[in-house]
């Protein structure tokens, strides 16, 4: 899964067995907002931060949506579509994961 460095240190602390693993809102608001080192100390909440995401990674970067998709782990509705798509796109993801770090400013 790609995950920037800074994703890296900040769910560490939650190491579980086996990966991935899902992340409630609930979870995601104690990392955002728990001090650092183990969270990021930062007086947000994570309401629409998928679709806040999603909006940057369309308005903001050349990335193609099947990348974003993929990102966001939508299922693809298309049986046909999703019957050939096999790859992660891996690669893609790692750019993406680094250009929205960078846009946050982490």
């Not at 990335?63 to 939508?74: F, K, M, Q, R, S």
């Not at 750019?95 to 770090?101: G, H, K, S, T």
Request: hydrophobic letters at 45%; charged letters at 25%; glycine letters at 4%.
């Amino acid at each position: 899964m790609p995950l920037t460095a800074v994703a890296v240190v900040v769910l560490t602390p939650l190491s579980r067995k086996e990966q991935p693993f899902k992340l409630s809102e609930k979870a995601m608001l104690y990392l955002v907002q728990k001090p650092a080192p183990k969270g990021l100390g930062l007086p947000f909440t994570v309401h629409g931060f998928r679709s806040s995401f999603r909006d940057w990674a369309a308005e903001e970067t050349e990335t193609p949506n099947e990348v974003v998709e993929i990102a966001l782990a939508h299922a693809i509705r298309n049986k046909a579509e999703a019957a050939y798509r096999r790859g992660a796109l891996l690669d893609r993801r790692w750019v993406l994961m680094d250009e929205w770090q960078a846009y946050l400013g982490l």
